[in-house]
C-alpha cells in the first residue's frame, strides 16, 4: 500500500515560475527521498534527506522535511519544460534492514513554455 | 556505466500464460528490489534480494510470482497463469547497502499487459 499522500495530484505552471509539492507520510522514517519520472519511464533520484535533517538544496531543488507533521515538500525554482514529469516521494523506515521504498501517490507537474 | 536494464521493454500476453522478465543491476550493487507500478500510482514494492538471498517478499507477491537471483547478479521476475490484474508496469532497481547508501537506481521498466 502507499506510504502517503502527495499533494497536489496534478500541478501545471509557466515556464521559470516555482513549482512546490507537498507529501505526507504515515511512519517514522530514517529518510525522504524524491525520484522523478517521465512518462512510462523509470524512476530517477533527485535528492535524499534524512531524518535527522531539515533542509537540503540541491541545484534548482530544495527539500524540506518536517517529521513532527510527517511532511516533506520540493520546491523546483525557475522550472523548465523538460521539469514535465510526475515527482514521488518515497520513505525508508526507521526500523529494520530492508530499506524498500514505500511510494507516495505522485504529482504530475506540466510546465508550459 | 551501463545502469540497470530490464527485458523485455514490453510484454504483451494472453491470460493464463506464464512470462519472466530479467533484470540486470549495477554490476557492483548488492541489492535488488522488484516493485510494480499500476496507472497514476506510485510503485510498490514487491521483494528485494541482497546478494543471492530472497530476504522479503510483499503481501502483494502471491504464489504465482517467484523471483531469483541465483549468482547474486541478474534476477528474474516469473509470473504463472497470469491474470488481467497483472497488468502494470515492472520495475527493478539496486543499491549499495555499504556506506549508508539509500539511493536506489532503477531500470527502465517492463511493461506487460495480459489480455
Known sequence: SQQGEEDPQALSIQEGENATMNCSYKTSINNLQWYRQNSGRGLVHLIL???????????????????????????????????????????????????QLTFGSGTQLTVLP | DTGVSQNPRHKITKRGQNVTFR?????????LYWYRQTLGQGPEFLTYFQNEAQLEKSRLL????????????????????TEQGD?????????????????????????????
Open chain 2, 23 to 31: 533484470c540486470d543491476p549495477i554490476s557492483e550493487h548488492n541489492r
Open chain 2, 87 to 115: 497488468s502494470a508496469m515492472y520495475l527493478c532497481a539496486s543499491s549499495l547497502t555499504s556506506g549508508g547508501a539509500y539511493e536506489q537506481y532503477f531500470g527502465p521498466g517492463t511493461r506487460l499487459t495480459v489480455t
Open chain 1, 49 to 99: 534527506i534524512r531524518s535527522n535533517e531539515r533542509e537540503k538544496h540541491s541545484g534548482r531543488l530544495r527539500v524540506t522535511l518536517d517529521t513532527s507533521k510527517k511532511s516533506s515538500s520540493l520546491l523546483i525554482t525557475a522550472s523548465r519544460a523538460a521539469d514535465t514529469a510526475s515527482y514521488f516521494c518515497a520513505t525508508v523506515p526507521s526500523s529494520g534492514s530492508a530499506r
Open chain 2, 62 to 81: 502471491s504464489d504465482r510470482f517467484s523471483a531469483e537471483r541465483p549468482k547474486g547478479s541478474f534476477s528474474t521476475l516469473e509470473i504463472q497463469r
